[in-house]
T-cell receptor, first 114, second 110 residues
Framework: DAGITQSPRHKVTETGTPVTLRCHQT?????MYWYRQDPGHGLRLIHYSYGVKDTDKGEVSDGYSVSRSKTEDFLLTLESATSSQTSVYFC?????????????FGSGTRLTVV | QKEVEQNSGPLSVPEGAIASLNCTYSDRGSQSFFWYRQYSGKSPELIMFIYSNGDKEDGRFTAQLNKASQYVSLLIRDSQPSDSATYLCAVSFGNEKLTFGTGTRLTIIP
């Protein structure tokens, strides 16, 4: 997956617990994104980052926070997991200095909140 | 709100035929358009991208843009069973973030 790794790949957690998902890239791309994918909704942007300590909200950011202290790592935290956050989470990277900036996606994290 | 719409399908096409997938977008100022392929249980994979200045052909795949009607299409010639997947259309509305459609599920029938 072009040097982008998500961990864990699968996780089951209980309602009300905090959960952190990790995205690690070795491509030195400036831009990183977190999406969730649900049936009937497609991919929806949660948060994104244009550089270290430069993050912003996407369209479905409620209940999520992010941090980016290093270029290579982008962490997504569910502050208090709810069943509505059961989903597949994808991290993506892009580099605006390239001729095109289509995303490269990680393998995804399947999260189940019970 | 910027929107990208696709027919969810499923779209069934005989092997060897042309598969045609369409996507409409809401912002006339959109400049970049992407097609991703996603196999079941896998992550999306970029297969085609075009800018607002023209169509593009890459092997069996052709992406076409109709700016006046605000839709972009993906044609797959000589469809193969390995083309069976969900195809996601994505549009850049003038910045680096992509907005995705919900995807069209394509099934190639042997």
């Amino acid at each position: 997956d072009a040097g982008i790794t998500q961990s864990p790949r699968h996780k089951v957690t209980e309602t009300g617990t905090p959960v952190t998902l990790r995205c690690h890239q070795t491509e030195n791309h400036r831009y990183m994104y977190w999406y969730r994918q649900d049936p009937g909704h497609g991919l929806r942007l949660i948060h994104y980052s244009y550089g270290v300590k430069d993050t912003d909200k996407g369209e479905v950011s409620d209940g999520y926070s992010v941090s980016r202290s290093k270029t290579e790592d982008f962490l997504l935290t569910l502050e208090s997991a709810t069943s509505s956050q059961t989903s597949v989470y994808f991290c993506a990277i892009s580099d605006p200095s390239r001729a095109f900036y289509g995303y490269t996606f990680g393998s995804g994290t399947r999260l189940t909140v019970v | 709100q910027k929107e990208v719409e696709q027919n969810s399908g499923p779209l069934s096409v005989p092997e060897g035929a042309i598969a045609s997938l369409n996507c409409t977008y809401s912002d006339r100022g959109s400049q970049s358009f992407f097609w991703y392929r996603q196999y079941s249980g896998k992550s999306p994979e970029l297969i085609m991208f075009i800018y607002s200045n023209g169509d593009k052909e890459d092997g069996r795949f052709t992406a076409q843009l109709n700016k006046a009607s605000q839709y972009v299409s993906l044609l797959i010639r000589d469809s193969q069973p390995s083309d069976s997947a969900t195809y996601l259309c994505a549009v850049s509305f003038g910045n680096e973030k992509l907005t995705f459609g919900t995807g069209t599920r394509l099934t190639i029938i042997p």
